[in-house]
Nanobody
Framework: QVQLVESGGGLVQAGGSLRLSCVAS????????MAWYRQAPGKQRELVAT???????NYADSVKGRFTIARDNLKNTVYLQMNSLKPEDAAVYYC??????????WGQGTQVTVSS
């Protein structure tokens, strides 16, 4: 059974930083691309960043240059370093293994609140 446990969210002032973590179990972590998504109230879930099994990364235009995704295969953990946070970054953030067989696997998410 796939389990995804996100942590690291919180309240931060605009311009501040947070580092999110997600520990995955029940999957062969090292061979899976991983992604961070976010969902703000009243909005659809959106893709924020992805990292391939080889470490290649991609970002949504809205976070390029401010967010960094990384992974530690020994710890089955994916990270999202978020700098220069803006109020529009406020959302619940989720990690997700990017493989069709895991399409329904979501954790509880971690709340990020950015005050202006």
């Amino acid at each position: 059974q796939v389990q995804l446990v996100e942590s690291g969210g919180g309240l931060v002032q605009a311009g501040g930083s947070l580092r999110l973590s997600c520990v995955a179990s029940g999957i062969t972590f090292s061979i899976n691309a991983m992604a961070w998504y976010r969902q703000a109230p009243g909005k659809q879930r959106e893709l924020v960043a992805t990292i391939s099994s080889a470490g290649s990364t991609n970002y949504a235009d809205s976070v390029k240059g401010r967010f960094t995704i990384a992974r530690d295969n020994l710890k089955n953990t994916v990270y999202l370093q978020m700098n220069s946070l803006k109020p529009e970054d406020a959302a619940v953030y989720y990690c997700h293994p990017e493989r069709f067989q895991y399409r329904g696997a979501w954790g509880q998410g971690t709340q990020v609140t950015v005050s202006s």
